[in-house]
């Protein structure tokens, strides 16, 4: 095996899609896990279209067990794990003191559950095959600060921020780096619910909230997915050996930390 190898969660579409085409350009054999492997084989045809090399598996990040086992599939059609991309996550619009019990759990068990599960199943296998990895994380602007009416999502990526930082501290012994992205406003299926939730909570039309915080932004434009990949794709590189325990922001000009 010659091309390093790369998973990605949450890679059927948005965000986890463009990082999984930016890292098959980049040279890497990609796995693209998600909860709907009629999405992520879509994607995966693509990149085989183009000559790349990619392997869609089926897994829901909530469940360690379906973690490990993509892992092992991973291992099995390409022979060893060199990045794992935790990127699958969801979003949740409401105010806090209106945040169901449902909610809160829908929101641990995705976006941090499944982060540390990621992180797990990744470290066991780089400690395993006793060679350097790399583990980067899906935060966000709104792990650098609570955004109204995202509040219990904030929560979550501001947990990611905090076990980047500890996943970092620990593994670093290994030679596995510990990163995170943090996008802002990105035009992807989810800002899209969540622009039409907080049009109903704000009783303004859709595509209002949307453009109220991509006005905000310093460079003049909503973000797009090749945008986070770029910086994803860095991560994944040899250039970012000497980087760990980071959560580096890629909004345009929204936060500046």
Not at 55 to 81: C, M, N, P, S
Not at 208 to 236: H, M
């Amino acid at each position: 095996m010659t091309k390093k190898v790369a998973l990605v969660t949450g890679a059927g579409q948005g965000i986890g899609a463009g990082i999984a085409f930016q890292l098959a350009d980049d040279g890497f054999a990609v796995v693209l896990a998600g909860r709907h492997l009629e999405k992520v084989q879509k994607v995966a045809d693509e990149i085989n279209g183009k000559g790349g090399k990619a392997f869609a598996i089926e897994a829901d990040v909530q469940y360690r067990a379906q973690i490990f086992e993509a892992v092992e599939k991973t291992v099995e059609h390409f022979g060893q794990l060199d990045v794992f991309v935790n990127n699958a996550g969801i979003a949740h619009v409401a105010p806090i003191v209106d945040t169901t019990e449902e909610d809160l759990a829908r929101l641990l068990d995705i976006n941090v559950k499944g982060t540390m599960y990621g992180i797990q199943a990744a470290a066991k296998q780089f400690k395993k095959q006793k060679t350097p990895g790399k583990i980067i994380n899906a935060s966000s602007i709104a792990g650098h600060e609570g955004f109204e009416l995202l509040g219990a999502y904030s929560a979550t990526k501001f947990a990611i921020r905090a076990l980047t930082q500890a996943a970092a501290k620990e593994l670093a012994q290994d030679k596995i780096t510990v990163n995170a992205y943090c996008p802002g406003i990105v035009l992807t299926p989810m800002w899209d619910e969540i622009d039409a939730a907080m049009s109903k909570l704000h009783d303004v039309p859709l595509g209002a909230s949307l453009k109220q915080y991509v006005d905000g932004i310093a460079l003049g434009r909503g973000e797009e997915p090749a945008d986070v990949a770029n910086l994803v794709s860095f991560l994944a590189s040899d250039k970012a050996n000497y980087i760990t325990g980071q959560a580096i922001l890629v909004d345009g000009g929204i936060k500046y930390v």
